[in-house]
């Protein structure tokens, strides 16, 4: 094949495809098996898009002919697919590192919460700050995901909980949607918490009342894109009844239904998002096994999230029993500033220990199985002629170093790349290229 392409990697020692036919989510056995090439290269289109991926003397004969805007060789090498993280909160203002002291000297999360301080402590000082202020830190904290090796990111707004700052929020979403080299799906959650002066029900009818028409009319108008709706359904927050009411007003304008539910109590909300057909349900640290069987029947993924019941001292979900079960298990970062981690790879090392879930299935869980969770397996979370050509590459012959070394993928990611364009590229590797 002639012409010119964006980029060649060459030679890599493993080439991790996840999925090796086409699937759009792995289980426990699809999960076991996944699909390694050995002594491979892929080529990245000018598109942005994979046009191939094989053997690499294969590649190198197929285009021989043609010219490429960057190659890299990537012998003794390790190329991944870019990493998906499910669910963050990553657009906020101020600092609760005064709270992880209070955590650590044993107050629990709900009790900061009740006295005013959690998620409440943050809506103050969102409602203050400024859209720029917001995009600023909010880009920061995407180029640190992206270090990471994210290069597909689930983003919440929840900390308004007005109409006014959850639009600013979701502005700031938007924005950096249209500007930043990062995949974006961006998730309303203006029933993050229970607003102070408002009882869950007035809150419940202000949401379906005033903020979802207005989503729908920004939609409409091509200003503000929308991916997601998340409801937190806990004991002390929003109940089943509201959260069923927010959720299906939610999914009637057109948004995918991925909530917060059964984290700290068992709230039958796996069960309720099984009937609502949603795609994902976050946290369920407190699911009862007949949500699980829901959950599978009903092909909606369960997106863990490791950090939060590591850092709060929580009971595992069970993650065995799931993927015993046959639900779709992804994982995400819930990077907020009651959980304060940008790194996929240290998710997934969580997923592992704390989890007990195989390195395979941290990984497919971190791609495939999160792109699913956010209804984008179809074009991200594996290597495929096709997919969208958002890629990692690590300096190491086997890929599961990734996770195996627990915090060190700053010192193992040798390149990120988003659509065949290299956005991050460790200094041990040269400068960075102009394209
Ligand atoms: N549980 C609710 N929401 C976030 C925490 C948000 C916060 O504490 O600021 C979570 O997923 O853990
Ligand atoms: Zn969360």
């Given at each position: 094949?002639?012409?010119r392409h964006r980029l060649l990697l060459e030679n890599a020692q493993q080439l991790?495809?996840?999925?090796g036919r086409g699937e759009e989510f792995l289980l426990r056995d699809g999960a076991?098996?996944?699909?390694?090439?050995?002594?491979?290269?892929?080529?990245?289109?000018?598109?942005?898009?994979?046009?191939?991926?094989?053997?690499?003397?294969?590649?190198?004969?197929?285009?021989?002919?043609?010219?490429?805007?960057?190659?890299?060789?990537?012998?003794?090498?390790?190329?991944?697919?870019?990493?998906?993280?499910?669910?963050?909160?990553?657009?906020?203002?101020?600092?609760?590192?005064?709270?992880?002291?209070?955590?650590?000297?044993?107050?629990?999360?709900?009790?900061?919460?009740?006295?005013?301080?959690?998620?409440?402590?943050?809506?103050?000082?969102?409602?203050?700050?400024?859209?720029?202020?917001?995009?600023?830190?909010?880009?920061?904290?995407?180029?640190?995901?992206?270090?990471?090796?994210?290069?597909?990111?689930?983003?919440?707004?929840?900390?308004?909980?007005?109409?006014?700052?959850?639009?600013?929020?979701?502005?700031?979403?938007?924005?950096?949607?249209?500007?930043?080299?990062?995949?974006?799906?961006?998730?309303?959650?203006?029933?993050?918490?229970?607003?102070?002066?408002?009882?869950?029900?007035?809150?419940?009818?202000?949401?379906?009342?005033?903020?979802?028409?207005?989503?729908?009319?920004?939609?409409?108008?091509?200003?503000?894109?929308?991916?997601?709706?998340?409801?937190?359904?806990?004991?002390?927050?929003?109940?089943?009844?509201?959260?069923?009411?927010?959720?299906?007003?939610?999914?009637?304008?057109?948004?995918?239904?991925?909530?917060?539910?059964?984290?700290?109590?068992?709230?039958?909300?796996?069960?309720?998002?099984?009937?609502?057909?949603?795609?994902?349900?976050?946290?369920?640290?407190?699911?009862?096994?007949?949500?699980?069987?829901?959950?599978?029947?009903?092909?909606?993924?369960?997106?863990?999230?490791?950090?939060?019941?590591?850092?709060?001292?929580?009971?595992?979900?069970?993650?065995?029993?799931?993927?015993?079960?046959?639900?779709?298990?992804?994982?995400?970062?819930?990077?907020?500033?009651?959980?304060?981690?940008?790194?996929?790879?240290?998710?997934?090392?969580?997923?592992?220990?704390?989890?007990?879930?195989?390195?395979?299935?941290?990984?497919?869980?971190?791609?495939?199985?999160?792109?699913?969770?956010?209804?984008?397996?179809?074009?991200?979370?594996?290597?495929?002629?096709?997919?969208?050509?958002?890629?990692?590459?690590?300096?190491?012959?086997?890929?599961?170093?990734?996770?195996?070394?627990?915090?060190?993928?700053?010192?193992?990611?040798?390149?990120?790349?988003?659509?065949?364009?290299?956005?991050?590229?460790?200094?041990?590797?040269?400068?960075?290229?102009?394209?």
């Open positions: 094949m002639a012409g991790v495809l996840v999925c076991a098996s996944l699909a390694v090439l050995r002594g491979a290269s892929l080529v990245v289109g000018l598109d942005g898009c994979i046009k191939a991926v094989g053997q690499a003397d294969v590649i190198r004969d197929q285009f021989s002919e043609a010219t490429f805007e960057r190659i890299i060789d990537c012998s003794g090498k390790c190329v991944l697919p870019g990493l998906v993280d499910a669910h963050t909160h990553p657009v906020w203002a101020g600092d609760r590192v005064h709270e992880f002291a209070m955590k650590l000297a044993g107050a629990s999360y709900m009790e900061i919460h009740q006295a005013g301080g959690g998620i409440h402590f943050t809506v103050e000082h969102t409602r203050k700050a400024t859209e720029e202020e917001l995009f600023n830190t909010f880009k920061h904290r995407l180029e640190r995901m992206r270090r990471a090796g994210s290069t597909l990111v689930e983003c919440k707004s929840g900390y308004g909980l007005n109409l006014e700052t959850e639009l600013k929020m979701l502005r700031v979403i938007e924005r950096a949607k249209q500007s930043m080299d990062i995949g974006i799906s961006s998730t309303y959650c203006g029933a993050h918490s229970v607003p102070k002066g408002k009882t869950a029900r007035e809150a419940t009818d202000d949401i379906i009342n005033n903020h979802l028409p207005k989503l729908k009319e920004l939609k409409l108008s091509g200003e503000i894109h929308v991916n997601n709706i998340d409801v937190f359904c806990e004991k002390g927050v929003f109940d089943l009844d509201s959260t069923r009411r927010i959720l299906q007003a939610g999914k009637d304008i057109g948004l995918q239904i991925n909530f917060h539910g059964d984290e700290l109590h068992p709230m039958k909300s796996a069960e309720l998002g099984a009937e609502l057909g949603a795609r994902a349900i976050s946290h369920l640290e407190e699911v009862s096994d007949e949500g699980i069987t829901a959950m599978a029947r009903a092909k909606c993924a369960a997106v863990l999230l490791p950090t939060t019941a590591y850092m709060l001292r929580l009971k595992q979900p069970p993650a065995r029993k799931m993927l015993e079960e046959g639900v779709i298990v992804a994982l995400g970062s819930d990077f907020n500033p009651n959980a304060y981690c940008f790194s996929m790879p240290m998710v997934m090392h969580l997923a592992c220990v704390n989890m007990k879930m195989s390195m395979n299935e941290a990984l497919a869980a971190a791609t495939i199985n999160a792109a699913y969770a956010l209804g984008k397996s179809d074009t991200h979370g594996s290597i495929q002629t096709g997919k969208q050509g958002d890629l990692v590459v690590i300096n190491s012959s086997r890929w599961e170093h990734l996770i195996y070394q627990f915090g060190g993928h700053e010192a193992l990611i040798d390149y990120v790349i988003v659509k065949g364009k290299v956005v991050y590229q460790n200094e041990r590797c040269g400068t960075m290229s102009s394209y």
